[in-house]
Each structure stands twice: as C-alpha cells, then as structure tokens.
C-alpha cells in the first residue's frame, strides 16, 4: 500500500515568494492533517480536515496561510509571500474518519522548508 | 482542553537494557486512545504503539509496551533489549473517542540516545 506522499521533500527558496506544498493522503482515509515542527514549538496542528472540508483551521498561523482540499485525494498548503520564520518541516497526515476505530493517523515522510 | 506532557527531553540507554519513557496526559473524558509515534533521524512519523483507553491490558509490540495507568492519567512506553535503531525522538499522543474530531494532541517528546 502506498503511503501518505508529499511532495517536495525538500523545498529552498526566498522570502516573499509563494509555496505550495503538496499531499496525497492515503486512499480510503476521509481525514487529512497539515501539522508544522520546529525545534521551539515541536509539532503543531495547523488544519485538519474531513471529507474534504475544514474542519478546524485554528493552528493556521495567520493569513499568508491556506490550505485546500479540493478533492479526497489531494491537498495543498500554501504560503504566500513566505517568510524566513516560516522555515519547518511539513507534515500531512491521513486516517480513517472520526467515528470508526481507532485507526491512527498515517504520516508522509515530511517537507523540510527553508526560506532564505 | 486536552494535554499531553513528556517530562522527559532527553534520555539514553544502554543497547540491550530497558528504559522507560514516561508521558502523562490530562483529559475529563472517558474514552480516548493513546500513541507512542517514534522520529527517527530521517524524520517519518512511525506509530510505535496503540492503546485504546477502556481496555485496562496493556498493549505490547514486540519489545515496545506500554504501563497504561488510567486512574493517574499516565502511559509510560519500555523499550526492551534496546537496539541502536531504537534511537530518535518519541512522541506520545492523545486522540479522544469518537465524536467529531480524531484530531490528535502530541506531547513535546523525549529524545533517546542509545549507547553502543
């Protein structure tokens, strides 16, 4: 089975530019994640969703942050214009939606991010 | 709100002895589950561990178990006969039951450093 991708793993580039990070979650898994880790804040939630909707985008940092699930199989994290601070690694993570077992969430191998 | 604390930010072991990892949790609901993720250097996310909160056994993965003691709110992680791939960074996670969320809560984690 294939797992959670992201895509790129690795993404260098100046501030005030836009990124898009990228995710395909697992196939059959209603829920999808977009979490950041840093070594001072360690691993934060920033949007979730179920069924291709939002559910809680309380952790998005602030505006130049959105994220879209336009579809079950695809999801994309946006940063518009970036900024150095941004710097992270980016995880998506998919699982089974909430009401069944206890399924646990699945993890892609990460976008590490550097903003110049 | 939900929180999940690791007291512990780092901690080494010996290859072929035991170390717990110690990780406690604060909830006013019944049911939940519980998770051990491992990040190993190369940064995946791995699930370690399950539990699922009204089983009062403790679950076991090979040489990973976990001492689940509901009552005190603690789920401490063993590692047995430690190996060097042991080493990398262990996050414990809280998810509560059913509901409208399968939102996970991580702690701040502990890194294990495995001494050859």
């Known amino acids: 089975d294939a797992g959670v991708i992201q895509s790129p793993r690795h993404e260098v580039t100046e501030m005030g530019q836009e990124v898009t990070l990228r995710c395909k979650p697992i196939?059959?898994?209603?829920?999808l994640f977009w979490y950041r880790q840093t070594m001072m804040r360690g691993l934060e939630l920033l949007i979730y969703?179920?069924?291709?909707?939002?559910?809680?985008d309380s952790g998005m940092p602030e505006d130049r942050f959105s994220a879209k699930m336009p579809n079950a199989s695809f999801s994309t994290l946006k940063i518009q214009p970036s900024e150095p601070r941004d710097s992270a690694v980016y995880f998506c993570a998919s699982s089974s939606p909430p009401g069944t077992d206890n399924q646990p969430q699945h993890f892609g191998d990460g976008t590490r991010l550097s903003i110049l | 709100a939900q929180t999940v604390t690791q007291s512990q930010p780092e901690m080494s072991v010996q290859e072929a002895e035991t170390v717990t990892l110690s990780c406690t949790y604060d909830t006013s609901e019944s049911d939940y589950y519980l998770f051990w993720y491992k990040q190993p250097p190369s940064r995946q996310m791995i699930l370690v561990i399950r539990q699922e909160a009204y089983k009062q056994q403790n679950a076991t993965e090979n040489r990973f178990s976990v001492n689940f003691q509901k009552a005190a709110k603690s789920f401490s992680l063993k590692i047995s006969d430690s190996q060097l791939g042991d080493a990398a960074m262990y996050f414990c996670?809280?998810?509560?039951?059913?509901?409208?969320?399968?939102?996970?809560?991580f702690g701040t984690g502990t890194l294990l450093a495995v001494q050859p």
């Open positions: 196939s059959g898994h209603n829920s």
């Open positions: 996670a809280y998810r509560r039951y059913g509901g409208a969320t399968n939102k996970l809560i």
């Open positions: 969703f179920n069924n291709n909707v939002p559910i809680d």
